[in-house]
């Protein structure tokens, strides 16, 4: 038989060592120290110490002396009293009681506790603990005098870091002891400085790269919480980060995730918030069963495991970096990773996890918002090119000439015109990704439906293609993806996970209802109010519905059911929306709506941002020529006038301090004749980051206002709308059509008073 290793020894005793991670709290510093807090949440090893071990580091410390605080009078630094009491055991401890002025500080305490305990070694050398191990500091020592907390007279922070990095170093059975206790006063900044002073954090990572089992999870449980701080770990190597890779792609390990934020877009070199997106997945790429493994813990029956992969996913789908978005984001298509979620939803058991799912809600209809505003362009982007390929070869027609320029090939599936670019211009991607994947759900139904409309007069041609595009905006438009990728929902979204699904089954749904009805080129405005009637109902009470009820409801449903449930709808609708102050309601609304989006935007000048210092199309220079600005970033704050730009121009982007001070020069507000958009290109290699500011005008028909804005006003008066309308309907008020005049007065003994004068002033 093979020789065992020691923590192969006790197979009946596993535990699992799992830190709750609660929602909203403050996250990691970079995605690499997410990584750590995923390794470590839920990692499977045996116990190898004795019942009890966990209390050895209680007994270290050489006095431990209780000290039972009382509140008291204002006291002198000399009226202090003496403490007069045995010189205790090293392992037993005594127990005293103390008065403590509140008023001083800990230093002088414990100077104070030296002396009346006559201990033979300097102050420096001690330190103040609570019950909890709380390192008593002069900023917590008030309060808990207050509240008469007991407490420790314990080696100092500067001996116990060098005692733990001497045991690291060592590498001996004491090892377990020295990562039990790291990994818990790491947190404190007083330890943490001793600790990298004396090269701590080398040693650390030699444990981690040569370790396993019991070991391995403390020395990442103490890295992770090293990771919390600011500072101190800006030397990680890529040798680092792919150790830790290569510990969360093994099979044989058990991991969870928790949650992490990136650094800054372009953090300075050293920093330790330059481990972001890019650098750890450039490391992912190089274990291939990563991201695969995480997906399929998601199906684990333990709902931990799946609530911390869960988290990771969440991560890394929210710091993705362009330049890896697409390829990262197509690797989890590939994985299912949107299935997986759904099983989920129906299995889940705890509360945490249901805030991951909506997070993961939220993360995918920012994926939808983005492909819907990536344009469509097969000639400069490869996989468009190859996706429009494959929904051209699937229709098994035959490219023609009108003439001998003009080609006959995208109208023949349904388009208005040879432009895909155009078509495509509302949708963008998303729409492409939708009718490539109705055509490979069934290639041989696609082609055959595409040479059924061939066959028919160009009049009654369904335009298949079209269909799906304008599906595609309706489904947008029912899950609201019209905003940068911000999702209100408190209820989970099945449907939409399946967006692809859905789509296919509208899609299909229009065509039926075309073939139906007997529609024409003309009917299509028609067909697409029907088919935005049939989304809603199919897709209400998503949360709670079935799938199969949804497939019934999108291919049994007979035209003529959904044309008079329509013209229902449109009954109610018209009888409402019609009347006069439903639409002075509505005019109200969209001037108090426009009015709330300037002033946010005000606020975001006054709070200053980050601009890049353009360079102007117009120019004359050749743009190959063009060198990237010795000052390329420029920080813009409105003052509190309102009268003038204060800004800075700087080569880096820094921190920026409240007020003026930082911002040198001005722009007098009074001078600017016009706010030009898309005048200016950017500098050679600059990657674009969200950091426009969209100024509006005060007035609501400015030609100004761009088209983003006016779908931000249109939502938020729709939204006051209906807030409005439901309060009528709740309380049963009927609406008027118009004003009813009242019953003439009983008598003419009054007069018409003046508003504007104040008879009380």
């Known amino acids: 038989m093979a020789n065992k290793r020691p923590d192969d020894c006790h197979d009946e005793k596993k535990l699992n060592i799992v830190r709750k991670v609660g929602v909203g709290k403050r996250r990691g510093k970079s995605v690499l120290s997410f990584l750590l807090k995923y390794r470590t949440h839920c990692i499977s090893f045996r116990s190898q110490e004795a019942p009890g071990s966990y209390f050895l580091h209680l007994s270290r410390y050489h006095h431990s002396l209780c000290l039972q605080t009382h509140r008291l009078p204002r006291m002198s630094h000399e009226s202090l009293p003496p403490l007069h009491c045995p010189h205790p055991r090293p392992t037993e401890g005594l127990t005293v009681r103390a008065r403590i002025e509140p008023t001083l500080t ?49 080696n100092a922070p500067a001996l116990e870091a060098a005692e733990i990095v001497e045991k690291l170093g060592a590498k001996d059975a004491r090892l377990g002891l020295a990562l039990t206790s790291l990994r818990k006063l790491i947190r404190e900044e007083q330890f943490a400085n001793e600790f990298l002073n004396r090269d701590g954090l080398r040693e650390l990572i030699e444990v981690i790269n040569t370790s396993h089992g019991n070991v391995l999870a403390y020395a990442l449980t103490a890295m992770q919480n090293l990771m919390e701080l600011d500072y101190g770990w800006d030397n990680l190597d890529n040798v680092f980060i792919l150790k830790i890779v290569q510990i969360l792609s093994s099979e044989s390990s058990l991991i969870n995730a928790a949650s992490s934020s990136r650094g800054p877009p372009s953090p300075p070199p050293g920093s330790v918030y330059r481990y972001g997106f890019d650098v750890v997945f450039e490391q992912m790429r190089k274990e291939k069963r990563l991201l695969e493994t995480v997906v399929s813990r998601l199906g684990s029956a333990d709902t931990t495991m799946a609530l911390y992969s869960m988290m990771l996913i969440n991560s890394l789908m929210a710091h993705a970096s362009d330049p890896r978005w697409d390829e990262f984001i ?17 299995s889940h058991t705890i509360e945490d996890l249901t805030s991951c799912i909506l997070d993961f809600q939220a993360n995918m209809v920012r994926v939808a918002f983005r492909k819907k505003m990536t344009l469509v362009e097969p000639d400069f982007e490869p996989l468009h090119d190859s996706a429009l390929k494959y929904i051209w070869t699937n229709s098994k027609l035959q490219e023609e000439r009108e003439d001998a320029i003009t080609a006959v ?15 495509f211009r509302e949708v963008g991607v998303l729409g492409l990704d939708c009718l490539k994947h109705v055509v490979a759900t069934d290639p041989d139904y696609w082609a055959k439906v595409v040479q059924e409309q061939i066959s028919r007069p160009e009049e009654r041609r369904c335009p298949i293609a079209k269909a799906s595009n304008e599906v595609a905006d309706l489904l947008s438009e029912h899950w609201a993806i019209y905003a940068p990728g911000y999702s209100t929902s408190t209820t989970f979204q099945p449907f939409f996970l399946n967006f692809y699904k859905v789509h296919a089954l509208a899609t299909h749904f229009f065509l039926r209802m075309w073939n139906e009805s007997g529609a024409s080129r003309g009917d299509f405005p028609r067909l697409v109010a029907l088919t935005r009637s049939q989304v809603n109902v199919a897709l209400r009470r998503e949360n709670i519905r079935p799938w199969h009820e949804v497939e019934q409801d999108f291919l049994e449903c007979e035209y003529r059911a959904v044309r008079d449930r329509q013209m229902q709808e449109l009954e109610m609708e018209d009888d409402i929306m019609s009347k006069i102050p439903i639409r002075n309601m509505r005019a109200k609304l969209y001037k ?28 004359t220079v050749p743009r190959d020529t063009i060198r990237r600005p010795t000052r390329p970033w420029r920080f813009i704050r409105l003052d509190n006038g309102m009268k003038y730009l204060h800004y800075v121009d700087s080569a880096v982007k820094f921190p920026v301090r409240k007020g003026l001070e930082d911002l040198p020069e001005r722009i007098d507000v009074s001078l600017i004749s016009e706010v030009a958009t898309g005048t200016c290109a950017p500098f050679p290699n600059f990657l674009r980051e969200p950091t426009d500011v969209t100024l509006g005008s005060s007035s609501p028909i400015s030609p100004q206002t761009s088209r983003e804005t006016e779908v931000f006003v249109q939502a938020l008066t729709e939204i006051g709308l209906k807030i409005k309308l439901l309060d009528l309907s709740g309380e049963k008020v009927e609406i008027p059509s118009g004003l009813v005049a009242g019953p003439p007065p009983t008598n003419s003994d009054f007069f018409f008073s003046d508003l504007s004068y104040d008879t009380q002033g």
Request: with cysteine; proline share 2%; hydrophobic share 40%.
């Open 106 to 154: 800990v230093d002088d305490v414990i100077r104070q506790l030296c002396v009346s305990l006559k201990l033979k070694d300097p102050a420096v050398m001690y330190a103040l603990r609570d019950e909890n191990d709380e390192l008593v500091t002069n900023d917590n020592l008030r309060k808990k005098i207050k509240g008469k907390i007991n407490l420790k007279l314990v």
């Open 330 to 346: 197509a690797e989890l298509e590939r994985l299912n990773v949107r299935k997986a979620v759904i099983r989920l939803m129906s």
């Open 409 to 423: 090939k995208w109208r023949k599936i349904g388009f208005d015109s040879e432009d895909i670019g155009q078509e």
């Open 592 to 619: 108090e709506s426009f009015e709330f989006v300037r002033q946010q935007r005000i606020h975001c000048l006054l709070e200053g941002a980050w601009f890049m210092n353009g360079i102007p199309l117009a120019t």
